[in-house]
């Protein structure tokens, strides 16, 4: 499934709030950005090719300018397979020193920008308030510092609440530019798999999740569904003009509820060797339980869970993973996941798969004081008492 990146772009405007959009026509989005009467003519851009290393200072010739007021803008012409919405325009600054009304001299953003052919514009806020374009059908190339490169993954690295059923994922390399595509690929390096997707930043979370960051690092979130494959992936990069380079490893693991053993235990027990079997799970990878609050052992502030987990060591083919787990002795009985994650952040959980027996608990005694040297046979009441359990 592809699911390319958002680009998320602070740009410097001058005079103008205009935003680019993509197209298959490359035109600006809405009817405010319509060609006006009162803007100027644009005939020519200086140079006409450039690439995304760095900003790009720029010439517009043509007539009617309003130096003070006119901005240069690029938009894409290209048809990205990220919608018609997604890729960026690029919003430029004019310097009005050395700009005339035949001559418009600024700087355009094209650091990591998208590469490919885009159309010239430049933007005027009216005297009504409205923001007026003029399309220069000159076409303007930013080529690419180089294919992208996809070095390492880490799962679970950025901080804030990622988007439901997600794991927030860090994708660090060389190269990545904005509106890139992220896919999984299986090892043959040829076939995408589609149940899992990664998508840039996260809508309800901007902040936390700031999506593209840099040439060397794209933020987003992971989702595994439907029927993916499991075990090792490539997670590779493509820029709008195709490019692709060396893609990063990642582990899918999986496992089903009847791989798990044992399933239950008592409260208050140590070191319960718990065995999970399934698929893909890479060595290195932790394996772990739904933790809830031990009521006794948790002060103040500090909160103390009711289960730790040891070591976990995975068996050479990858298809099992153990671990020793231990329990406070007011283990909560709540059914509880179990999930696999990998030293790469490749996580798998199946939920109410393990559940913990309460200890027992008194509630009262048929007699609160015997005299000194006597027998009496005492009667206690409660909960959870188990055949054989002794009473001192």
């Not at 140079?47 to 010439?59: L, Q, S």
């Not at 933790?291 to 995975?314: C, I, R, Y």
Request: hydrophobic residues 35%; contains cysteine; aromatic residues 6%.
């Amino acid at each position: 499934m592809t699911l390319p990146l958002a680009a998320r772009r602070s740009l410097a405007l001058a005079a103008t709030t205009a935003l680019l959009t993509s197209g298959a026509t490359g035109l600006l989005s809405g009817a405010a950005f319509a060609a006006g009467t009162n803007t100027g003519t644009v005939s020519s851009i200086s140079p006409t090719v450039t690439n995304n290393t760095g900003d790009t200072a720029v010439t517009l010739n043509g007539s009617g300018f309003l130096p003070t007021s006119d901005s240069p803008l690029l938009a894409p012409t290209f048809q990205s397979a990220y919608g018609s919405s997604g890729t960026p325009g690029l919003v430029g600054t004019t310097t009005q020193a050395n700009s005339t009304t035949t001559k418009l001299v600024g700087s355009v953003p094209t650091t990591n920008a998208p590469p490919g052919v885009y159309d010239v514009y430049t933007s005027r806020t009216d005297p009504t308030g409205t923001s007026v374009s003029a399309k220069c059908g000159c076409p303007f190339t930013i080529s690419s510092s180089g294919a992208p490169d996809a070095s390492s993954v880490v799962v679970g690295a950025s901080t804030g609440t990622p988007s439901r059923g997600a794991l927030p994922l860090d994708l660090s390399g060389q190269n990545l530019a904005e509106a890139s595509y992220v896919d999984f690929y299986l090892p043959d390096g040829v076939t995408k798999d589609p149940g899992l997707a990664f998508t840039v930043g996260d809508p309800n979370d901007t902040t936390h999740f700031p999506g593209y960051a840099s040439a060397q690092l794209i933020r987003g979130n992971y989702t595994h569904s439907g029927a993916f494959t499991p075990g090792k992936h490539l997670l590779r990069v493509t820029n709008t003009v195709g490019e692709t380079g060396s893609a990063a490893e990642f582990w899918q693991p999986t496992f089903a509820a009847a791989g798990v053993s044992p399933t239950s235990t008592g409260a208050g027990s140590q070191s319960v060797v718990v065995t999970v079997s399934g698929q893909g799970i890479r060595q290195g990878s932790r394996l772990s339980m739904q933790p809830f609050k031990s009521a006794s052992q948790s002060t103040g502030t500090t909160t103390v869970q009711d289960v730790s987990a040891g070591a976990a060591t995975v068996n050479a083919d990858g298809t099992q993973i153990s671990a020793p787990f231990s329990f406070t002795q007011d283990a909560s009985g709540s059914p509880r996941a179990i999930t696999i994650s990998g030293p790469d952040g490749g996580n798998y959980s199946v939920a109410n798969v393990f559940t913990v027996t309460p200890g027992p608990s008194i509630g009262s005694l048929d007699t609160s004081a015997l005299g000194q040297g006597a027998n009496y046979v005492e009667t206690i009441s409660g909960s959870g008492f188990a055949s054989g359990t002794n009473a001192s």
